[in-house]
């Protein structure tokens, strides 16, 4: 039984097309399966052009191996040319042929009327809403009335913490060697040591009072922080979290000068507030990864931790315009 020949020529077109079609559709196919995601991974169009080139390269290789391959591969060509397949068909196929390669050219080369490529905007303004312009971090001004009660709570020894942080106060209450006076000796800053001094000596000023209130408040959104936003916005609060590689859009980097200290407080507030989601399309074409945290964390927490973010980052916000 003869083996099924194919002439050269048209074995070289048939890989050609096979080779194009397993690229296009076959390989993007195989992704939805591997994948399972409800759309197919295209392959990029460099990456069509390489795959293709190479296979022009072998098809030559094996084309051009020996005389006789050559011969074979040319020969209907020189039949189609010389009329072999009859007039009117070489005379469509040299009309149709230079046609269709004159029409690619033209499609390529004109100009198109296109939309300029827009710059991505780093604080985009245009859905911000004025109300929060001039919003004010709460927690950096308590009323005395919130002082007070901070005294009388840290007095009775009974201050209130979030629940995030109290297994580890209690634990090191328990563990700590000796027996800590006070459940505020938690955080040993200066201004915290100096408020416990005048708790114990039952002489406690407004101002020293609110400087422990402020780090007490700080050491919570601390916490927050860490438990948060540390992923992406890292230790450091320099934008480098284990999470931020993944990101084509780094996670900021709070201690750059372009990013938290030249935007107002309100700002910052809504950003966390609304994270990717929220911003307009000036801050595409990629899309932030920051979460919307208006679900998950209460107005106070995000106040805390945006305050702990200025302090870490050893910046201030910048100062709302007078009207
Ligand atoms: C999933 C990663 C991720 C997490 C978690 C995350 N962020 Fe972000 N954050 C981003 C990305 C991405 C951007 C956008 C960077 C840009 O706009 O250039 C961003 C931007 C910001 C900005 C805007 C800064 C500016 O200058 O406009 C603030 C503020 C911010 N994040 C605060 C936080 C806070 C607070 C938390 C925790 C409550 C947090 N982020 C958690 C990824 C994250």
């Given at each position: 039984m003869a083996a099924l020949r194919i002439n050269r020529f048209w074995s070289v077109v048939a890989t050609l097309l096979i080779v194009y079609a397993f690229v296009k559709w076959g390989i993007p196919a195989a992704s939805r399966e591997i994948t399972t995601l409800p759309?197919?991974?295209?392959?990029?169009?460099?990456?069509?052009?390489?795959?293709?080139?190479?296979?022009?390269?072998?098809?030559?290789?094996?084309?051009?191996?020996?005389?006789?391959?050559?011969?074979?591969?040319?020969?209907?060509?020189?039949?189609?040319?010389?009329?072999?397949?009859?007039?009117?068909?070489?005379?469509?196929?040299?009309?149709?042929?230079?046609?269709?390669?004159?029409?690619?050219?033209?499609?390529?080369?004109?100009p198109k009327v296109e939309l300029p490529v827009s710059l991505r905007i780093q604080h985009p303004s245009s859905n911000f809403p004025k109300s929060f312009e001039d919003a004010k971090n709460p927690l950096e001004n308590p009323s005395d009335a919130d002082i007070e009660a901070f005294i009388d709570q840290a007095k009775a020894n009974e201050v209130v913490l979030i629940p995030q942080v109290m297994p580890d106060v209690e634990a090191w209450m328990d563990e700590a060697d000796p027996e800590p006076e006070h459940m505020l000796a938690f955080i040993p800053t200066e201004p915290m040591s100096k408020f416990l001094a005048e708790v114990a000596a039952d002489n406690i000023s407004m101002e020293t009072a609110r400087a422990a209130l402020?780090?007490?408040?700080?050491?919570?959104?601390?916490?927050?922080?860490?438990?948060?936003?540390?992923?992406?916005?890292?230790?450091?609060?320099?934008?480098?979290?284990?999470?931020?590689?993944?990101f084509k859009l780094r996670p900021i980097n709070f201690t750059d000068n372009g990013t938290i200290e030249t935007i107002v407080e309100g700002y910052t507030f809504w950003r966390v507030t609304n994270g990717g989601p929220g911003l307009p399309t000036e801050a595409t074409p990629w899309d932030s990864a920051m979460p919307e945290w208006k679900l998950s964390l209460t107005e106070e927490q995000r106040w805390k931790i945006i305050m702990a973010e200025y302090d870490l980052a050893e910046k201030t916000p910048r100062i709302p315009e007078a009207h």
């Open positions: 759309f197919p991974l295209p392959v990029p169009g460099t990456l069509v052009f390489i795959y293709m080139t190479l296979t022009v390269v072998a098809l030559f290789i094996f084309v051009t191996f020996s005389d006789t391959y050559l011969e074979e591969f040319l020969r209907p060509i020189r039949k189609f040319l010389i009329g072999g397949y009859g007039k009117i068909p070489r005379t469509i196929g040299l009309v149709v042929i230079p046609l269709l390669v004159g029409w690619q050219v033209y499609a390529i080369t004109v402020r780090e007490k408040n700080l050491f919570e959104g601390r916490a927050l922080y860490s438990m948060n936003c540390r992923a992406c916005h890292g230790d450091s609060v320099s934008g480098d979290g284990p999470m931020a590689d993944g």
